[in-house]
């Protein structure tokens, strides 16, 4: 495989990334093939079925009345299996947010350059119980004016583009 | 509801496909040099430590058993040996399945302490045997690119 400038790592090495370049060292690149399947099981398996659906579903424990999204087929609590399907919306609020520098695979954006700094945050669901929350994005907002307890709505995508995966839903953007 | 709710269709299950994403790349380091620079030349080396009365293949920058240096004690250890030990593979690198076996062997380089794992070649599976001599067969000089591939396979010697 050849090598790029990118490939090479800055580190305390006395090597210059030139001289692996030019193969004035000798040097073996390599991209082991680290595939996996995940099974989804039952309760984020009909999770994942139903974003797809453009909904969101969560599953009620009748000994703690706890609702929790995402759904899980075990009451952690109660140490006893959840009980219903329960659909929750597609709003809620903010709980906690970050704004971040660099995306999901570690390297750096371009922030100077214009891109916006990605904003994860964990959403508190309406309908959901207090606390209970997903990961997803904000966007269609200053990152800087993002505050504890605003309120959000998911963005979807079209639904001949859902799939069945959390990116059916893009990102959750603010509402009055 | 139950905590097992049953699948009626294999088709219902459903899973999540990933692949993670990584890439290294690999010196091969002062005696590599050595050792990959020798194989473009069609030579294998190895490294000599007198007072241990031990030759490394493939080389050492150093001795594991005294520590000595060995930078200046790298010699030619020629291109014959003797199968250590064989197998019969029915899998490349990456876990696919090949169409045909391929039979790998640990070579003990005649006269050292080492070893090459390494193809045999030229030979059915069931004629091979422990001890038997083998020499290098090398790829043609302008396509070698010191690798270990420079190498193609060791085959029996007549």
Known sequence: MEIMEKDVAKTATKLKTQQILEGKVLSVKWEPNLKYAWDNGPALGRYLAELKNGRIIAKKCNK????????????????????????????????????????????????????????????????????????????????????????????????????????????????? | MALIERYQKTTDITYWEGRIPMSYIYTVGRAGEKFF?????????????????????????????????????YVDVGTRGTVHTFTQSYEAYDGTRKESPSIVAVIRIDGTDGGLVHWLGEIDFKDVYFGMPVEAVFKPKKDREGSILDIKYFRPIK
């Open chain 2, 37 to 73: 620079r020798e194989i473009i030349n069609g030579r294998i080396f190895g490294a000599r430590c007198d007072t241990c009365a031990v030759t490394y293949v493939p080389p050492r920058t150093y001795c594991e058993r005294c520590f000595a240096r060995l930078e200046d004690h």
């Open chain 1, 64 to 176: 703690c009345h706890r609702i929790m999204i995402p759904p899980r087929m075990f009451c952690e609590l109660c140490w006893r299996p959840t009980d219903e399907w329960v659909f929750v919306k597609d709003t809620g609020i903010v709980n906690t947010w970050v704004v971040s520098y660099v995306d999901w695979k570690a390297g750096r954006l371009d922030i100077k350059g214009g891109v916006r700094p990605i904003t994860p945050a964990v959403i508190e669901i309406d309908g959901a119980s207090k606390g209970m929350g997903i990961l997803h994005l904000l966007d269609e907002v200053d990152p800087w004016k993002i505050y504890r307890g605003m309120r959000v709505k998911a963005v979807w995508k079209p639904a001949e583009e859902r799939i069945g995966a959390i990116t059916d839903i893009k990102y959750f953007k603010p509402i009055e």
